[in-house]
Nanobody
Framework: QVQLVESGGGLVQPGGSLRLSCAASGRSIFSIDTMGWYRQAPGKQRELVATITRGDSTNYGGSVKGRFTISRDNAKNMVYLQMNSLKPEDTAVYYC??????????????WGQGTQVTVSS
């Protein structure tokens, strides 16, 4: 069974920083291709925050460029999101996502359960 578990969310003041982490686990994992972060605010659709390929090519949503940085540790099957200069509009549930190739050569896309980020004074 493959699991993605996020951590690091919480309450922060505007202008502050948070670092989210996501760990992928499961004996069936052979390799992980693209990993990413998405977010969903109340009443809004889920949107892209950032993605990163196994080779460290990155892509960012327009509203977070220059403020957020995605990175990964392939040896640990982890992806991180460093969020700086946070704004109230960054408030959302942040979800980890990963494209995983399993040992049986089946490829599937997985989501974490989400972690709440609240930016408020």
């Amino acid at each position: 069974q493959v699991q993605l578990v996020e951590s690091g969310g919480g309450l922060v003041q505007p202008g502050g920083s948070l670092r989210l982490s996501c760990a992928a686990s499961g004996r069936s994992i052979f390799s992980i291709d693209t990993m990413g972060w998405y977010r969903q605010a109340p009443g809004k659709q889920r949107e892209l925050v950032a993605t990163i390929t196994r080779g460290d090519s990155t892509n960012y949503g327009g509203s977070v460029k220059g403020r957020f940085t995605i990175s990964r540790d392939n040896a640990k099957n982890m992806v991180y999101l460093q969020m700086n200069s946070l704004k109230p509009e960054d408030t959302a549930v942040y979800y980890c996502n990963a494209d995983i190739l399993k040992y049986d050569m089946a490829r599937a896309n997985y989501w974490g359960q989400g972690t709440q980020v609240t930016v408020s004074s």
